[in-house]
């Protein structure tokens, strides 16, 4: 036995001999009955189908490093395991959790030595590699980048945020779904035939249980076949020997469910984009949905009723002005009441943005405005509109404003900003109707002046030194 073969008589693929009998048995049910083959595999046909990029490289042979990015249960080790078996080629794994640096060096140059004198390929898989310090992920690096180890990572984290970029430049990044009920449902009457499974306690799964545990168990095919296991060994069988499982001990089996939501991670993020988005494409039912799935998960009410308030103002603004109000009220009543009560709240709210009438007018007025301001169009103040509160200030020439309120309408024509554009253009949603004809109304006042000021060369427009233009902006908006 040589330095490197230090677990010789391993099986070089998983599956072998050592893990049937009762090494086999006292493995978990999810375990015993995992896929061996391509075909057995189920669901994922978006990377795994007949002619898909995944399967054409492990049906040729020609498999890079790749890291497998899926919610738990959806087959990433399973699809591991298959490739190991399908390119027989040596399977190590080890975890993000429990290798250090030294371990992976081990079976690093473990693999190396085997390429090299054996033209052995190895392939490494590491459960949970976003757990991998930098460091760690370093030492990766020369042995992928020079194909000595073909790397299969999994994750349940967004690679591009929780892996080194030089990591993830260096491998494939395959995305996973969350098990579909059919697909769920296919694993689960295969555990009940399958002599790895439970053929030989003669279970009889009564449809509406196995639906069940299909449906709750989130796409997770690992909960789903675990709980048919739990719900197999803990019922009594009949006289006959017969274990009969009805949706009540399905129920108790599986029991509630974990949604899969990290607060600071991909779950998070995705489902709170997922609500503002229902909630901005006015589907008033699919932004509940997600509201439920944040609160049953747990998420912190008051995060979600302040994404309400942005909400109000830059999907909806002035088209209803309730709106904004509205949303304040609700984090202020979530705050005093608190949770479980405070659901009805936020499902009002959700409920009324949902169905408001939508503009973000206001939104793309103030992003303009902060891109001219950005960009360079930091106007000076009109002499009119300075501030007359101290002696000297009408020497300044700081004098001259017009006083609103004392016109008709409570409306007068005068320079406010040397602009020459418009930034806030209502649309035809809700309120901001009234608003637009307000300000088409406004606008007919200002074209007299507008026009004597082009016809004195433009010397209305003179004293901000930038020589603009006070016609009205070129995009239609203005009525003429």
């Known amino acids: 036995m040589d330095l490197f073969d230090q677990d010789a008589g391993r099986p070089a693929t998983p599956g072998g001999e050592r893990e049937e009998g009762d090494e086999?048995?006292?493995?978990?049910?999810?375990?015993?009955?995992?896929?061996?083959?391509?075909?057995?595999?189920?669901?994922?046909?978006?990377?795994?189908?007949?002619?898909?990029?995944?399967?054409?490289?492990?049906?040729?042979?020609?498999?890079?490093?790749?890291?497998?990015?899926?919610?738990?249960?959806?087959?990433?080790?399973?699809?591991?395991?298959?490739i190991a078996?399908?390119?027989?080629?040596?399977?190590?794994?080890?975890?993000?959790?429990?290798?250090?640096?030294?371990?992976?060096?081990?079976?690093?140059?473990?693999?190396?030595?085997?390429?090299?004198?054996?033209?052995?390929?190895?392939?490494?898989?590491?459960?949970?590699?976003?757990?991998?310090?930098?460091?760690?992920?370093?030492?990766?690096?020369?042995?992928?980048?020079h194909g000595d180890v073909v790397l299969i990572g999994a994750t349940t984290h967004n690679p591009y945020f929780f892996i080194n970029s030089p990591l993830v430049s260096r491998s494939r990044i395959f995305q996973l779904e969350p098990l579909d009920e059919a697909a769920v449902l296919i694993l689960l009457r295969r555990a009940l035939e399958s002599e790895r499974g439970l053929a030989q306690l003669k279970v009889d799964a009564e449809e509406d249980a196995l639906r069940h545990l299909a449906r709750v168990c989130d796409g997770d095919a690992r909960v789903a076949l675990n709980a048919l296991e739990v719900a197999a060994l803990t019922t009594p069988p009949d006289e006959r020997g017969t274990v009969h499982i009805r949706l009540k001990e399905a129920e108790e089996s599986i029991q509630k469910k974990a949604v899969v939501y990290d607060h600071d991670e991909d779950g998070h993020y995705d489902t709170i984009s997922a609500f503002i988005k229902s909630v901005r494409g006015s589907d008033a039912d699919a932004a509940l949905y997600w509201l439920a799935k944040m609160l049953y998960a747990g998420e912190d009410p008051r995060f979600i009723a302040r994404r309400l308030i942005i909400l109000a103002s830059e999907d909806i603004g002035n088209a209803d002005p309730q709106a904004l109000p509205l949303a304040v009220a609700a984090l202020e009543a979530v705050?005093?009441?608190g949770m479980p009560e405070a659901r009805i709240i936020l499902a009002q709210a959700v409920a009324y943005l949902a169905t408001a009438p939508k503009s973000n007018a206001a939104y793309r007025a103030?992003?303009?405005?902060?891109?001219?301001?950005?960009?360079?169009?930091?106007?000076?103040?009109?002499r009119s509109l300075r501030s007359t509160g101290y002696r000297g200030a009408r020497e300044l020439g700081h004098a001259g404003c017009k006083y609103a309120h004392d016109y008709p309408e409570h409306f007068v024509v005068q320079e406010y900003a040397p602009l020459g554009r418009r930034y806030y253009r209502p649309g035809n949603?809700?309120?901001?109707?009234?608003?637009?004809?307000?300000m088409e109304g406004w606008e007919k006042l200002r074209q007299p002046e507008r026009g004597k000021a082009d016809r004195d060369g433009g010397r209305g427009s003179s004293r901000s030194g930038r020589g603009e233009s006070q016609a009205a902006?070129?995009?239609?908006?203005?009525?003429?």
């Open 85 to 145: 078996r399908e390119t027989r080629r040596r399977f190590e794994r080890t975890s993000g959790v429990l290798a250090n640096v030294a371990e992976l060096r081990r079976l690093l140059e473990a693999a190396l030595y085997r390429k090299r004198s054996r033209n052995e390929e190895t392939i490494l898989f590491i459960d949970e590699i976003h757990r991998f310090n930098k460091a760690q992920q370093d030492v990766l690096l020369p042995y992928v980048e």
């Open 473 to 480: 902006p070129p995009d239609g908006e203005a009525s003429s």
């Open 366 to 382: 103030v992003e303009e405005a902060m891109r001219d301001v950005e960009e360079g169009r930091t106007l000076p103040v009109p």
């Open 335 to 337: 705050d005093f009441v």
């Open 24 to 82: 086999l048995r006292r493995m978990p049910l999810a375990v015993r009955i995992r896929p061996r083959s391509l075909d057995e595999i189920v669901g994922q046909a978006h990377i795994l189908a007949e002619g898909k990029l995944l399967r054409r490289a492990i049906e040729a042979d020609r498999l890079d490093s790749i890291i497998l990015y899926g919610p738990p249960g959806s087959g990433k080790t399973t699809i591991a395991e298959v």
């Open 429 to 438: 949603q809700g309120f901001e109707q009234v608003i637009r004809k307000r």
